[in-house]
């Protein structure tokens, strides 16, 4: 039988309910994604001849290091991070604490509308799935899972690229403009989809796993209880193990997103060539190549640090605001 407990609940009330947990969460998850996106996207040393877009404030210019010598003290040094903590400590002491909800705005714009179009479209596809018994119970949030996350991408990925380049290099939004001008001049609007790739192989095989490793826990944690009767802690604890296990297989595909649209501010610091867009089977070998296999687990900590109470938070206000809603429309009175 399909899941009714969608029952009374309007797609609308269910886009407000999961747009309310994007906000609670990217306020509390932002910095670890900050920390994250900088580890990934450094490289075992910086090549000459670059024209870096890092700025060490929001409104201050860009840094020019053709040959490093132009480069102040905070860029040569503390910006090469040991790891996590040290990613932290070094960010807030350098560039200030602000820093880490860099790229927040975009954040919020990206994930709020993403985050409500994703979940209701994963609840109805499931409904639907179940209730024409195109697939089994066991298989319905897998499948419902990765065909709302591939929608999701498609439509977003502009905006993850304006997110990770704010996150990553703290550009300025005027040098980011630029950045993204110079992009579309060069390789057309394509340019904008240019993590779309590996940003999928990432989230579409993590939402699927992640909706199937979720029904499973909560089966498995609600007992004998009717499922439209899960309380909020047992979805906070089955989304935070199931955003765990998905975070861990698919962080190679997240290294290799956050390196390819990082690499859209690395322009020859003489002339502007179009970038040569590796597939992503390349970038992982030579990603192996230049950093080992530990460099396809860059990010590790603060993505799993980050992946369990995001997961945690987001599904267990999601459930919070179905359940509020489901009772608000029972308590309405019959016409209204």
Same mark, same amino acid.
């Given at each position: 039988?399909?899941?009714?407990?969608?029952?009374?609940?309007?797609?609308?009330?269910?886009?407000?309910?999961?747009?309310?947990?994007?906000?609670?969460?990217?306020?509390?998850?932002?910095?670890?994604?900050?920390?994250?996106?900088?580890?990934?996207?450094?490289?075992?040393?910086?090549?000459?001849?670059?024209?870096?877009?890092?700025?060490?404030?929001?409104?201050?210019?860009?840094?020019?290091?053709?040959?490093?010598?132009?480069?102040?003290?905070?860029?040569?040094?503390?910006?090469?991070?040991?790891?996590?903590?040290?990613?932290?400590?070094?960010?807030?002491?350098?560039? $200030?604490? @602000?820093? #880490? =909800?860099? /790229?927040?705005?975009? !954040?919020?714009?990206?994930? %709020? *509308?993403?985050? +409500?179009? &994703?979940?209701?479209?994963?609840?109805?596809?499931?409904?639907?799935?179940?209730?024409?018994?195109?697939?089994?119970?066991?298989?319905?949030?897998?499948?419902?899972?990765?065909?709302?996350?591939?929608?999701?991408?498609?439509?977003?990925?502009?905006?993850?690229?304006?997110?990770?380049?704010?996150?990553?290099?703290?550009?300025?939004?005027?040098?980011?403009?630029?950045?993204?001008?110079?992009?579309?001049?060069?390789? $057309?609007? @394509?340019? #904008? =989809?240019? /993590?779309?790739?590996? !940003?999928?192989?990432?989230? %579409? *095989?993590?939402? +699927?796993? &992640?909706?199937?490793?979720?029904?499973?826990?909560?089966?498995?944690?609600?007992?004998?209880?009717?499922?439209?009767?899960?309380?909020?802690?047992?979805?906070?604890?089955?989304?935070?193990?199931?955003?765990?296990?998905?975070?861990?297989?698919?962080?190679?595909?997240?290294?290799?997103?956050?390196?390819?649209?990082?690499?859209?501010?690395?322009?020859?610091?003489?002339?502007?060539?179009?970038?040569?867009?590796?597939?992503?089977?390349?970038? #992982?070998?030579?990603?192996?190549?230049?950093?080992?296999?530990?460099?396809?687990?860059?990010?590790?900590?603060?993505?799993?640090?980050?992946?369990?109470?995001?997961?945690?938070?987001?599904?267990?206000?999601?459930?919070?605001?179905?359940?509020?809603?489901?009772?608000?429309?029972?308590?309405?009175?019959?016409?209204?």
């Amino acid at each position: 039988m399909a899941d009714q407990d969608l029952g009374g609940i309007s797609p609308f009330q269910q886009m407000v309910a999961s747009g309310a947990g994007a906000v609670v969460t990217s306020l509390f998850m932002t910095p670890l994604d900050v920390v994250k996106v900088r580890l990934q996207s450094q490289r075992p040393s910086v090549a000459n001849g670059k024209c870096l877009l890092y700025c060490n404030g929001v409104l201050e210019p860009l840094y020019l290091c053709p040959n490093g010598t132009r480069c102040t003290t905070w860029f040569r040094d503390p910006t090469r991070f040991t790891g996590t903590l040290d990613a932290f400590v070094k960010i807030v002491r350098h560039e $200030g604490t @602000r820093t #880490l =909800w860099s /790229g927040l705005p975009a !954040t919020l714009v990206m994930t %709020v *509308p993403a985050t +409500a179009v &994703y979940f209701t479209a994963y609840d109805q596809l499931k409904t639907f799935l179940c209730g024409q018994a195109l697939t089994s119970d066991l298989y319905a949030p897998m499948v419902a899972g990765a065909l709302a996350r591939l929608g999701t991408v498609t439509v977003i990925s502009p905006l993850e690229l304006v997110r990770t380049k704010l996150q990553a290099q703290h550009v300025s939004y005027r040098e980011l403009g630029t950045c993204v001008r110079a992009a579309v001049a060069q390789g $057309g609007w @394509r340019s #904008l =989809w240019l /993590g779309w790739g590996p !940003t999928a192989l990432r989230d %579409v *095989p993590f939402s +699927a796993l &992640y909706w199937f490793n979720y029904e499973l826990v909560k089966r498995w944690l609600n007992g004998p209880r009717p499922k439209d009767q899960t309380s909020v802690g047992i979805s906070f604890v089955a989304g935070g193990i199931s955003g765990t296990v998905a975070a861990i297989l698919t962080l190679p595909f997240d290294v290799v997103k956050t390196q390819r649209q990082v690499a859209l501010g690395a322009v020859e610091a003489v002339r502007v060539k179009p970038p040569r867009v590796d597939s992503t089977w390349l970038l #992982l070998r030579r990603i192996r190549a230049e950093s080992g296999t530990k460099g396809l687990f860059a990010g590790f900590l603060p993505r799993i640090i980050k992946a369990a109470p995001s997961c945690a938070i987001m599904i267990s206000t999601y459930e919070f605001g179905k359940s509020f809603f489901q009772r608000l429309n029972r308590e309405k009175p019959l016409g209204h």
